[in-house]
């Protein structure tokens, strides 16, 4: 058993996940899908929760499972190998790791339109400006020592700043709805409900926030290492934290639309130039109390979203040094605090170095959507290759239907991949694939028979990476292609590819080394 306290209940873990949810997402995200889709946004956060969900469920299995610190980025070496964990976990660690900076960054740009003008200086418009960065450095500086000395203050810390920072949003949502809600935004403004057609629903799910926004249910997971009775609580956990948060993104995207005012619209919702998107609709419609609330949680949205992730981000690199792709120093838990620091400074730094390469949350979170629907890939495969492989293991949450959730799971994380836009999505696959070397230098300390296994196992991850590119470059212009395939065909070549993409993955999966060193844990989970 691993080296970590178990003192996180379902209530913390609950608000532990529903506070890496609601984090800058909710701040911005309504105004960027209202610009991408117009009124029809609404559309875009249900299908994108539908979807975060069914790709949810196969994660929650698996967390049941295999309740393990860092679990995100192990599961897939279980039924695929080496290879596929890599791969697996790099995306995920990229998109994890680069959500500390952007939630500080986040905070201080809503910041910078306080009255005063030392605040109104740290953003230009476009980047955060030196002061600015400052600022948002030392924001990040605060994350990680809320983390350093122990879990429990994390968890208790955590709890009391999604508590108020789930009351904020409520409060946005009745506040705006009484001063200025009117049915017409809906239908008569620039362009009608639809103004984009679908493909605008679709680009928003992908590009606007709304993926980013519902990614926070991985923490939980990520923390099953030292949660109690993890079995139960995680998978509970992260469907709670899921549904609560997408229910109230619906109504936040449902009040902002219905509440712009008119002459804003003037050039259509793509035109729609708001700085601080939910205060200014709150100053504009005479809100006053609400436009103070809101500047003030500007702060701590965010803030709680970087102190969840920075303890959740240390768990990854503690997971992916367990698999054997890290020095071992980052696996080291401090005897005393039971965190694993080394994990955690070398996530302080790579924090930095996407703070002051990306220095807008508009920058960073195109890329981060797409990096974390990688990641996404390996969960249903692999939920349902261990089906096949060990249908004797402990599962507390079996999740029912599986068979069906699984590959609609990967076949619709394909199209959000796809709906993200070339050359976004041929870039971001790029740095999937850059990460390789470091797994061809650990692997090869492991044996040409080794290699040969989980390179055989892993080969289809890599193709499929290499042909969504491919496809990507070719499709309709809808979605940045070149138009070879036609817009509506495009989605169903995409669709087809991916299920036979799915069906190879699952013929690939093998009783790996991991998963047999994961039978004593499972083993032992059913006497608890």
């Known amino acids: 058993m691993e080296n970590l306290k178990r003192d996180i209940g379902l209530f913390a873990l609950t608000m532990t996940g529903l506070g890496s949810i609601i984090g800058s997402g909710w701040l911005f995200g309504a105004w960027k899908a209202a610009k991408v889709a117009g009124p029809a946004a609404i559309y875009s956060w249900i299908i ?11 994660y929650a299995e698996l967390g049941g499972m295999f309740p393990e610190s860092g679990g995100m980025v192990r599961y897939p070496q279980y039924s695929h190998g080496s290879f596929v964990g890599f791969i697996a976990g790099w995306a995920n660690w990229i998109a994890i790791v680069s959500v500390i900076p952007i939630e500080a960054e986040a905070s201080v740009q809503y910041m910078s339109s306080w009255p005063w003008a030392w605040a109104q200086g740290m953003y230009d418009g476009r980047h955060l400006t030196m002061s600015g960065l400052v600022l948002a450095s030392l924001l990040v500086f605060v994350y990680f020592f809320l983390n350093y000395w122990t879990v429990a203050l994390f968890a208790k810390s955590n709890t009391i700043v999604t508590v108020i920072k789930f009351v904020v949003p409520l409060l946005t949502v009745v506040g705006i709805y009484i001063a200025g809600f009117k049915t017409n935004n809906f239908t008569q403004a620039p362009g009608g409900f639809m103004p984009d057609g679908w493909s605008g629903v679709l680009t928003a799910i992908a590009t606007s926030g709304i993926v980013f926004a519902f990614n926070g249910f991985q923490t939980p997971i990520n923390l099953a290492g030292e949660a109690k009775n993890p079995g139960r609580n995680v998978p509970f956990a992260v469907v709670l934290s899921l549904l609560l948060a997408g229910v109230l993104y619906f109504f936040l995207q449902f009040v902002f639309i219905g509440s712009v005012p008119s ?18 609709l709150a100053m504009i419609l005479g809100v006053g109390w609400l436009a103070v609330a809101l500047f003030a949680d500007a702060v701590i949205s965010p803030s709680g979203t970087g102190i969840v992730y920075t303890a959740s981000t240390a768990r990854m690199i503690y997971g992916m040094e367990k698999n054997g792709y890290f020095p071992k120093i980052f696996g080291t838990v401090h005897p005393l605090y039971k965190v694993p620091r080394p994990a955690m400074w070398l996530n302080l730094a790579v924090s930095f170095l996407f703070m002051y390469v990306f220095r807008g949350w508009g920058e960073l979170v195109e890329v981060i959507s797409v990096a974390t629907v990688v990641s996404y890939m390996a969960g249903p495969v692999t939920a349902m290759s261990l089906r096949k492989l060990v249908p004797h293991y402990r599962r507390p949450l079996k999740t029912k239907g599986l068979v069906v959730i699984a590959p609609i799971a990967f076949i619709v994380s394909s199209l959000i991949l796809y709906w993200s836009r070339w050359p976004l999505t041929g870039q971001v696959l790029f740095v999937m694939l850059i990460g390789l070397p470091i797994y061809f230098y650990y692997e090869a300390k492991r044996g040409k028979e080794t290699f040969s296994r989980n ?14 590119m491919l496809i990507s470059y070719l499709g309709s212009d ?36 991991q998963l047999k060193e994961a039978e004593s844990l499972n083993q032992e989970m059913k006497h608890e």
């Open 455 to 468: 390179f055989k196992a892993g080969l289809w991850l890599v193709c499929y990476l290499l042909y969504m």
């Open 48 to 58: 994108g929760c539908l979807i975060i969900i069914c790709i949810a469920l196969s």
């Open 263 to 280: 002459n804003l619209l003037a050039n259509g919702w793509a035109g729609l130039q708001l700085k601080s998107p939910f205060a200014d």
């Open 478 to 513: 809808r979605f940045g292609g070149h138009n070879v395939i036609s817009y509506g065909w495009d989605m169903v070549v995409v669709a087809v590819s991916a299920l036979v993409f799915y069906m190879w993955a699952i013929r690939s999966a093998y009783f790996t080394e």
